[in-house]
């Protein structure tokens, strides 16, 4: 079986990783045409998607280039709609095309979330932000519909005068939220397979800073289990709607033990990455497992598992490795607040693993001034 | 940091699907002429040996062309030992040669049992076998110092006829052992550091047929952990003796609670497979952080774990999988009595664990009989 994933980022990378075992063949869509393709380089073959792959005979070109693959799946939403669906005249396109672009534009996404009747945050669609303010109340976060990964392309919103200066940007295409004062975040990855099956892996915990992850703890503190019911419901609810087939992440605002939906993905998630270490089958196998047809493996917890990612580092850092940890470095290029690699930590008791994180924190921190 | 490893097997190919997440690149050595090397295609360089690498300038070319790795290691003690001590002039080999040219010959691998005062079947050396039986009863095993794996180049003598038969046959280079009559096999992979430490995975139980590993379940059975503590002793003494660094492997028989040592191995083993899935860090990405100077990584198990080896199957069981087993295909050529891949096995307990491990097996025979 050959698969072939759009994408050659790091989570391309982790996907074919989990899925070479497993006999699989992979290629990669280089579908970013200044991207370096560092991260998958050895894992399968890499085509680049050439600017004329309209037309019916370079389609053709480009799945026989692929090494005709059984079906297509992606490591991102923002996928060109057009392509996949041109591409699915040859083989299954896996999610769904109409999952992905459900969740490729943020107001298409909350779409389905509201006639889902699953909580989001309060927003407007493409209105001037003085219009929003109706509707609206100050502070508030505009966020492009399309580009917004990372904390890139959003807008805070919080004075009179924040939001005349964002109408003069004169952005298209965008929504602006209610801001919520969230009390912590956490996220649901999930993975249902082609017979529908569901299966989900433990609650996590997540810290953002700039809209970028810096760490995520499993299971999630979460007593009497309260939010996690509620995040299977949503999930499940989203997952049977949209005949969904994959690996599928949840992101939530916590708020008085309410879960508030902040932010759908249609593939394998950061806040997902601790399931290498810490569950019977990480999500990327699953990922894998769930596409190409097979029996979902376990997402049963080992243990306690935490993961701190590595952003704009310069080397692997292994010397701070530790008994109870191990290093996913993706190969990229270094640059300042690039997400290089993570590392996940497994311990006995959620005492001992935030000690072992902060551990290597310092670490780190000592490494990168000497 | 890059590594080259000596083989271009199954085991190379898992210890570089292991190690590449931690940011280190691989080169493989192919030193046998005739092999596929499927195993390690697209995971790093292939360098084949050339019949002339004795030549320094030649040996030179070799680590250039290898990429110039820090170290080189080995996925096999069969490998030529002049070959090991000319590329020591540019880098480290781990573990270190001595170690490796003992285990790769059954004679000296038995002197330095001898010496470490460690049970081992009482056995001759190059003696015809009609001398031996004045040393030996029938019956009797004669194995090869240097070619025997997976039960090839063994004879087992039962009857004045088959030795006179053997000694007919003019086999150089070989040891005759009493035939143990034991009442199961176990086996010990450990890894020891740079630094010394050491770490030992559990005891494991395996099942062999014609001299090939069928399968593994670990922990072992053993009551008052009276095998385990004994087989920990053995190892250290090994290891430590040697100045050893990495995994090695112990094979024992079990008699009357005693172990008797039948087999060391140099490297990462068979009967370790089950750590994939079935411990903190397996053991591919603990010898890869031994021989790395790193710290070693936990070899705490996680619950009950069995292997099945898939020995001369045509394709890859996928259909077979359960939501707690898992594959590994290795992408060789299918060849009979070759081992194509394995599948490993997660449970609560053990009587669970066995279960699913003869469903597995019944599934596979449907299918290849459908």
Same mark, same amino acid.
């Given at each position: 079986?050959?698969?072939?994933?759009?994408? *050659?980022?790091?989570?391309?990378?982790?996907?074919?990783?989990?899925?070479?075992?497993?006999?699989?063949?992979?290629?990669?869509?280089?579908?970013?045409?200044?991207?370096?393709?560092? *991260?998958?380089?050895?894992? %399968?073959?890499?085509?680049?998607?050439?600017?004329? &792959?309209?037309?019916?005979?370079?389609?053709?070109?480009? #799945?026989?280039?692929? %090494?005709?693959?059984?079906?297509?799946?992606?490591?991102?939403?923002?996928?060109?709609?057009?392509?996949?669906?041109?591409?699915?005249?040859?083989?299954?396109?896996?999610?769904?095309?109409? +999952?992905?672009?459900? *969740?490729?534009?943020?107001?298409?996404?909350?779409?389905?979330? @509201?006639?889902?009747?699953?909580?989001?945050?309060?927003?407007?669609?493409?209105?001037?932000?003085?219009?929003?303010?109706?509707?609206?109340?100050?502070?508030?976060?505009?966020?492009?519909?399309?580009?917004?990964?990372?904390?890139?392309?959003? &807008?805070?919103?919080?004075?009179?005068?924040?939001?005349?200066?964002?109408?003069?940007?004169?952005?298209?295409?965008?929504?602006?939220?209610?801001?919520?004062?969230?009390?912590?975040?956490?996220?649901?990855?999930?993975?249902?397979?082609?017979?529908?099956?569901? @299966?989900?892996?433990?609650?996590?915990?997540?810290?953002? @800073?700039?809209?970028?992850?810096?760490?995520?703890?499993?299971? +999630?503190?979460?007593?009497?289990?309260?939010?996690?019911?509620?995040?299977?419901?949503?999930?499940?609810?989203?997952?049977? +709607?949209?005949? #969904?087939?994959?690996?599928?992440?949840?992101?939530?605002?916590?708020?008085?033990?309410?879960?508030?939906?902040?932010?759908? +993905?249609?593939?394998?998630?950061?806040?997902?990455? &601790?399931?290498?270490?810490?569950?019977?089958?990480?999500?990327? @196998?699953?990922?894998?497992?769930?596409?190409?047809?097979?029996?979902?493996?376990?997402?049963?917890?080992?243990?306690?598992?935490?993961?701190?990612?590595?952003?704009?580092?310069?080397?692997?850092?292994?010397?701070?490795?530790?008994?109870?940890?191990?290093?996913?470095?993706?190969?990229?290029?270094?640059?300042?607040?690039?997400?290089?690699?993570?590392?996940?930590?497994?311990?006995?008791?959620?005492?001992?693993?935030?000690?072992?994180?902060?551990?290597?924190?310092?670490?780190?921190?000592?490494?990168?001034?000497?």
């Amino acid at each position: 079986m050959r698969i072939a994933i759009v994408g *050659c980022g790091q989570l391309s990378r982790m996907l074919a990783l989990a899925g070479l075992p497993l006999g699989i063949k992979f290629s990669f869509i280089n579908d970013n045409y200044q991207q370096a393709t560092d *991260c998958v380089d050895g894992l %399968g073959r890499v085509v680049p998607l050439t600017k004329d &792959w309209q037309e019916e005979q370079n389609i053709h070109n480009l #799945y026989n280039r692929l %090494g005709k693959p059984d079906l297509i799946t992606v490591e991102k939403e923002q996928v060109d709609i057009k392509l996949l669906k041109a591409l699915q005249a040859h083989c299954d396109i896996l999610p769904n095309i109409e +999952a992905i672009a459900a *969740c490729q534009h943020r107001y298409r996404e909350k779409q389905l979330l @509201e006639k889902l009747a699953i909580p989001t945050s309060p927003f407007a669609y493409s209105l001037p932000a003085n219009e929003a303010l109706k509707v609206l109340q100050l502070p508030m976060v505009v966020k492009s519909c399309r580009d917004g990964y990372d904390g890139k392309n959003q &807008w805070v919103l919080k004075t009179l005068a924040d939001i005349e200066d964002f109408d003069r940007l004169n952005i298209q295409d965008y929504i602006i939220e209610a801001w919520i004062k969230f009390e912590r975040e956490v996220s649901l990855v999930s993975v249902r397979s082609k017979s529908g099956d569901i @299966e989900h892996y433990a609650l996590t915990d997540n810290i953002h @800073e700039n809209g970028i992850l810096l760490q995520s703890i499993a299971p +999630a503190i979460d007593q009497n289990n309260t939010l996690t019911i509620k995040a299977h419901t949503y999930m499940e609810a989203i997952l049977n +709607a949209v005949d #969904y087939v994959g690996v599928m992440a949840m992101e939530c605002f916590v708020v008085n033990d309410e879960l508030i939906i902040n932010e759908l +993905a249609p593939r394998v998630h950061n806040s997902g990455h &601790w399931t290498q270490a810490g569950s019977v089958t990480c999500q990327f @196998e699953n990922h894998i497992r769930a596409v190409a047809g097979l029996v979902l493996g376990s997402t049963a917890s080992l243990g306690t598992t935490g993961m701190i990612n590595l952003i704009g580092n310069e080397q692997p850092p292994l010397s701070s490795l530790s008994v109870l940890s191990t290093l996913h470095w993706y190969n990229k290029l270094v640059k300042a607040q690039r997400k290089l690699g993570h590392v996940n930590f497994f311990d006995k008791d959620q005492v001992s693993l935030v000690q072992q994180m902060d551990d290597f924190q310092c670490a780190i921190k000592l490494n990168n001034i000497s």
